[in-house]
């Protein structure tokens, strides 16, 4: 019979918040990835063509296509 795990990151652990700010710089690598390979297109601000893809703070993500 299998024991249950003890061992787990749990809420307020500080080690959650180096993970997860190494996911959301992941993600926003794939994002930038996928920009420069045409696979996502950003939207534009203004005349001088400013592109925004997304917004990364803290736990929260916004995505923009």
Known sequence: MLENSTRSIR???PISLYLC????????HIIYVAVE???WKPIQLGRKRSLLSHLAFAYDIFLFA
């Open 21 to 28: 700010a190494i996911c959301m710089e992941r993600l926003s």
């Open 11 to 13: 809420q307020g652990d």
């Open 37 to 39: 390979n045409k696979m």
